[in-house]
């Protein structure tokens, strides 16, 4: 019989990336850990960067965007705290790795991305590796997905210089929002919290992303 590794040649640079880029760097949330075990990132980038596809920084998916690092994801996720009822709003669908993960972790993933290329090829692929409960819209991702609201996460991945305030408004009393808030080169990663109707913010830690373009 085929080991899990010859069946899947990835498997052991997931262990890998699982083990020394998350767990070693302070991600304890199992479900994240499952999650970025599970999810093949190799599928998320071009045939050219799949042998970097589990090293520990972003990599080039088109549309001049980039599949954001594995540590960084998995620390946004972490820090959401997500619930497998949830219903989540992701803004920058990028190549589906994130939604893919979205999927595993959460009840409903609602995806906005304004390069139709990407929103379409990502849609096949998610559909192709079997997540199933993910709808991707082409679209201005500041202005969220209105119709679906209220959310019980937000996730942001792209850089804004202040919190969209149609996305605050979508999110539910108790929600989350991750988003990377700064100037183009140089962002942090804030955890918003809708308490009483108003934002708490928690700093984490500095980020780059690539901006969030609205209109």
């Known amino acids: ?9 990835f498997q052991a640079q997931r262990e890998r990336m699982v083990r020394s880029q998350l767990a070693d760097r302070g991600i304890c949330d199992l479900r994240v850990l499952d999650a970025m075990r599970d999810v093949p990132r190799h599928e998320f980038v071009a045939e050219s960067w799949r042998e970097d596809a589990y090293d520990d920084h972003p990599l080039p998916i088109g549309a001049d965007q980039t599949i954001s690092q594995p540590y960084i994801v998995a620390l946004m996720l972490q820090h959401l705290a997500l619930q497998p009822a949830d219903r989540i709003l992701e803004v920058g669908t990028g190549s589906g790795y994130v ?3 979205l999927s595993e972790l959460c009840a409903e993933v609602y995806s906005v991305e304004r390069h139709a290329d990407l929103a379409f090829s990502a849609e096949r692929r998610l559909a192709r590796l079997g997540y199933p409960n993910v709808k991707i819209r082409v679209g201005d991702g500041s202005r969220g997905w ?8 937000i996730l942001v991945s792209a850089a804004a210089s202040e919190v969209p305030p149609p996305l605050f408004d979508q999110l539910r009393e108790g929600g989350r929002m991750m988003v990377p808030v ?4 140089s962002q942090e990663l804030q955890l918003i919290r809708k308490v009483g109707g108003k934002a708490e913010t928690q700093s984490l830690e500095g980020c780059r992303f690539v901006p969030l373009v609205a209109g």
Do not use: C, I, K, V
Request: net charge negative; glycine share 4%; hydrophobic share 35%.
């Open 99 to 101: 939604t893919a993960l």
């Open 146 to 153: 209105p119709e679906h609201a209220p959310y019980d996460a």
């Open 1 to 9: 019989m085929d080991s899990p590794f010859q069946r899947d040649p």
């Open 182 to 185: 700064g100037p183009a080169f």
